[in-house]
T-cell receptor, first 110, second 115 residues
Framework: KQEVTQIPAALSVPEGENLVLNCSFT??????LQWFRQDPGKGLTSLLL?????REQTSGRLNASLDKSSGRSTLYIAASQPGDSATYLC?????????FGTGTRLTVIP | EAQVTQNPRYLITVTGKKLTVTCSQN?????MSWYRQDPGLGLRQIYY???????DKGDVPEGYKVSRKEKRNFPLILESPSPNQTSLYFC??????????????FGPGTRLTVL
């Protein structure tokens, strides 16, 4: 069964710093990998989707990479802002299910 | 506005009292699913539906039922809720499960407490 791990579980950084969130998965037979953002008391918002044939995707200050052979993905956030404070979840798409990591709780300190 | 809606958003109930959490999407999506989120365990899939009248079990289906009579609606039914079903529940939908480009859209969540 697919297992998804996110490290670290929590991260605090000062405003303006660049940061990297990590995601690893055990089964490389995936259709895609998605990064989501979850704000307290709210649902999940999709940030980036990387198809299994792709290496990276970019949206604004966010860049996600995928190395399927090693079972790893990273989410790079440039010039972090207090509004980036949230929990970030990665999920891998299998045959009929999304397998989620437990998330990284990010706090950006003004 | 494209969205997934869930009702109720908050619910406190007692053991054994049947309840239904509704989920509706307005994007004509074929694929819908239910997840529960628990601290330290992340999101786990309960049931999913590839299309109308097609449903299947996810990773944690025990104690839950679903139905998909219409494309837009996918209610989650707890016939006899127990305290271990206290959790945060999310409904999600996507255009289909066929295309690896289809992102998932999530509802706002339903926080359920079973006493």
């Amino acid at each position: 069964k697919q297992e998804v791990t996110q490290i670290p579980a929590a991260l605090s950084v000062p405003e303006g710093e660049n940061l990297v969130l990590n995601c690893s998965f055990t089964d490389s037979a995936i259709y895609n990998l998605q990064w989501f953002r979850q704000d307290p008391g709210k649902g999940l918002t999709s940030l980036l989707l990387i198809q299994s044939s792709q290496r990276e995707q970019t949206s604004g200050r966010l860049n996600a990479s995928l190395d399927k052979s090693s079972g790893r993905s990273t989410l790079y956030i440039a010039a972090s802002q207090p509004g980036d404070s949230a929990t970030y979840l990665c999920a891998v798409m299998g045959a009929n299910n999304l397998f989620f990591g437990t998330g990284t709780r990010l706090t950006v300190i003004p | 506005e494209a969205q997934v809606t869930q009702n109720p958003r908050y619910l406190i109930t007692v053991t054994g009292k049947k309840l239904t959490v509704t989920c509706s999407q307005n994007m004509n999506h074929e694929y819908m699913s239910w997840y529960r989120q628990d601290p330290g365990l992340g999101l786990r899939q309960i049931y999913y539906s590839m299309n109308v009248e097609v449903t299947d079990k996810g990773d944690v289906p025990e104690g839950y039922k679903v139905s998909r009579k219409e494309k837009r609606n996918f209610p989650l039914i707890l016939e006899s809720p127990s305290p271990n079903q206290t959790s945060l529940y999310f409904c999600a939908s996507s255009r289909s499960w066929t295309y690896s480009t289809d992102t998932q859209y999530f509802g706002p969540g339903t926080r359920l407490t079973v006493l």
